[in-house]
């Protein structure tokens, strides 16, 4: 045996290889996990700071102004910290301007439409709101930057839009329990929505 192992060196180390093969336990492969998102309960307040709008948002939201170069005055962002996720309020007057009324219609449709690059659906419904208002409510779905939309307007004076971000690279079907949560709270920003 011994001459044979110095005529074939290799075959030592082929014979050790397939003992520790056999001597392995079976390799079952795990399946894909996705991270635990705990989330809080629903919680609300009411917007302030003087605003022409008021609505309830999450408690575990903080609004801060938006610092873009185009925000206007009451344009903000309701900031998700724990959860990294941002909706985008813009707001502009209309005042009486069918003309302008009609480019902000046009613009909340564009907007919505850049995303039908990534997007495998949108999904348009309409929302009635308790002060009898109507929302054009938008859901995308795949791996856009923004998966929910809407915007309202009384038709004559007020115009706002809202669009959810995530400050993120996780794919959206980890985020999937957070968009529920965050496109309940937009629901419910809707549903008690005044114009003052």
């Not at 009635?128 to 929302?135: D, E, I, L, N, T």
């Not at 957070?178 to 809707?190: G, N, Q, W």
Request: charged share 25%; aromatic share 12%.
């Amino acid at each position: 045996m011994v001459s044979i192992l110095n005529k074939f060196p290799g075959l030592l180390v082929g014979l050790a290889l397939l003992a520790s093969c056999s001597a392995a336990p079976d390799f079952t492969p795990k399946p894909k996990g996705y991270n635990r998102i705990d989330l809080p309960a629903h919680r609300y307040q009411v917007l302030g700071g003087g605003h022409p709008y008021e609505f309830e948002y999450s408690k575990e939201a903080v609004i801060k102004r938006d610092s873009s170069y185009m925000a206007q005055p009451h344009w903000l962002n309701v900031y998700y910290p724990k959860l990294q996720a941002n909706v985008q309020i813009t707001y502009m007057d209309v005042q009486r301007d069918r003309r302008l009324y009609n480019k902000m219609m046009e613009d909340a449709r564009k907007l919505t439409g850049k995303h039908e690059i990534k997007a495998t659906a949108i999904e348009e419904r309409i929302l009635k709101m308790p002060s009898g208002m109507r929302a054009s409510v938008f859901e995308l779905s795949g791996e856009v930057p923004s998966q929910f939309q809407f915007y309202t307007t009384d038709s004559t004076h007020h115009f706002l839009r809202g669009a959810l971000y995530f400050r993120t690279a996780t794919a959206n079907d980890s985020l999937a329990p957070v968009i529920e949560y965050v496109k309940a709270d937009m629901v419910r920003m809707l549903n008690t929505l005044k114009y003052k």
